[in-house]
């Protein structure tokens, strides 16, 4: 059972590009969280989706950033007009979340963005 | 609002020493516990959780952590670190809704031969 996919690894853009991330979660989860963590900083709370729906997203900024996670393919974290305090490592958990009640986040190996 | 305090941000340790790495937590409402692990440049590996029942956990690796809800912690302990223990060491919380986990600062152990 692979684990939580995340690509690119590595992406660098300049101010003002798009920058796109994905996520292929673990088989059978539905449940996808993406995470932020800036440098010398702990991970931050973005958005949570399930398939064609946003359920959280308080933690997302309010202009530029925007996911998605499709009946099809995998979830997506865009963020539009990239400025350099962008640059930090996103982190894509799932998790199969029964009806209630807490279950294990499966984390990503991350990819790490760098805006010049 | 829920909130997540490591009080270290850095734990040397000799090879074999025990260790502490401590961890409060804040919240209204029954919460669950996470501690997750990151090594360089790798995504976060989960540790080991209390959801309830027993408040000492234990993890395949040998760290213990028990839930203390009259003094809102979880700290995570080993009494005999290995060298390959160094690494980044995050708690989290998350509420009995499941949904987002909200993460410390993180303790950064660092295992000195």
């Known amino acids: 059972n692979a684990g939580v996919m995340q690509n690119p690894r590595h992406l660098v853009r300049r101010r003002g590009q798009e920058a796109r991330l994905r996520c292929s979660p673990m088989k059978g989860h539905s449940h996808v969280y993406w995470y932020r963590q800036l440098p010398e900083e702990g991970l931050k709370f973005m958005v949570y989706?399930?398939?064609?729906?946003?359920?959280?997203e308080s933690g997302m900024p309010k202009e530029r950033f925007s996911a998605e996670f499709p009946k099809e393919g995998p979830s997506i974290l865009r963020i539009q007009q990239v400025v350099r305090g962008d640059s930090a490592a996103y982190f894509c958990a799932s998790s199969p979340l029964k009806t209630g009640g807490a279950d294990t986040q499966y984390f990503g190996p991350g990819t790490r963005l760098t805006v010049l | 609002a829920q909130s997540v305090t490591q009080l270290d941000s850095q734990v040397p340790v000799f090879e074999e020493a025990p260790v502490e790495l401590r961890c409060n937590y804040s919240s209204s409402v029954s919460v669950y516990l996470f501690w997750y692990v990151q090594y360089p440049n790798q995504g976060l590996q989960l540790l080991l959780k209390?959801?309830?029942?027993?408040?000492l956990v234990e993890s395949i690796n040998g760290f213990e952590a028990e839930f203390n809800k009259s003094q809102t912690s979880f700290h995570l302990r080993k009494p005999s670190v290995h060298i390959s223990d160094t690494a980044e060491y995050f708690c989290?919380?998350?509420?009995?809704?499941?949904?987002?986990?909200?993460f410390g600062q993180g303790t950064e152990l660092s295992v000195k031969p």
């Open positions: 209390y959801l309830s029942g027993s408040t």
């Open positions: 989290a919380v998350s509420d009995n809704q499941g949904g987002k986990l909200i």
């Open positions: 989706l399930q398939k064609e729906n946003i359920i959280d």
